[in-house]
T-cell receptor, first 115, second 113 residues
Framework: GENVGLHLPTLSVQEGDNSIINCAYS??????FIWYKQESGKGPQFIID?????DKRQGQRVTVLLNKTVKHLSLQIAATQPGDSAVYFC??????????????FGTGTQLKVEL | ETGVTQSPTHLIKTRGQQVTLRCSSQ?????VSWYQQALGQGPQFIFQ???????GRGNFPPRFSGLQFPNYSSELNVNALELDDSALYLC????????????FGNGTRLTVT
């Protein structure tokens, strides 16, 4: 079946450095992608999204890049802070036959920020 | 603006029992989805409700069922609990518009013994 996967399960960065989290997706028909941050004991928190008609989108300290040619997503976090430590998931939206839609998540990348 | 709230936060049940989990959607949201998240994995889609009707379902057996109420709150019911049902159950809501993000609650941690 279709799935969304991540290249690296764990990423360790120094405080103040930039972080890059990568994601590969396999459903070429997906037109919408989201990055979520999940801290221990909490639900996924929306970070940023991007539609398939865009290559790049920027938020506050975060940038998402979409390469449709190779079906690759990345999340860049500038000046990484200790509060950024969490598991990061990319997710793609898939349409369902009943008219609804679902998100397909990867297994996540654990980001660890070292002081 | 009130976010997605779920209850209870934790629950312990015995194999074979039934459980009901509850979710209040974010203000203004008419679409609710439920996800199951096993430890160390990403969330898996269970089903989605839009205006009280189920409009999408993932690969979960019929013993997983749900309801959405006129105020758009929702319930997830699981019958004949199995040990593998132990997981974090997440509720998410959205405004139903195309390409709107899902906003998640903090989940219910279900343990089946």
């Amino acid at each position: 079946g279709e799935n969304v996967g991540l290249h690296l399960p764990t990423l360790s960065v120094q405080e103040g450095d930039n972080s890059i989290i990568n994601c590969a997706y396999s459903n070429s028909a997906s037109d919408y992608f989201i990055w979520y941050k999940q801290e221990s004991g909490k639900g996924p928190q929306f970070i940023i999204d991007i539609r398939s008609n865009m290559d790049k989108r920027q938020g506050q300290r975060v940038t998402v890049l979409l390469n449709k040619t190779v079906k690759h997503l990345s999340l860049q976090i500038a000046a990484t802070q200790p509060g950024d430590s969490a598991v990061y998931f990319c997710a793609e939206k898939d349409e369902l036959t009943g008219g609804g839609n679902k998100l397909t998540f990867g297994t996540g990348t654990q980001l660890k920020v070292e002081l | 603006e009130t976010g997605v709230t779920q209850s209870p936060t934790h629950l312990i049940k015995t194999r074979g029992q039934q459980v009901t989990l509850r979710c209040s959607s974010q203000s203004g949201h008419n679409t609710v989805s439920w996800y199951q998240q096993a430890l160390g994995q990403g969330p898996q889609f269970i089903f989605q409700y839009y205006r009280e009707e189920e409009n999408g379902r993932g690969n979960f057996p019929p013993r997983f069922s749900g309801l959405q109420f006129p105020n758009y709150s929702s319930e997830l019911n699981v019958n004949a609990l199995e040990l593998d049902d132990s997981a974090l159950y997440l509720c998410a809501s959205s405004d139903g518009l195309i390409n709107s993000p899902l906003h998640f609650g903090n989940g219910t941690r279900l343990t089946v013994t």
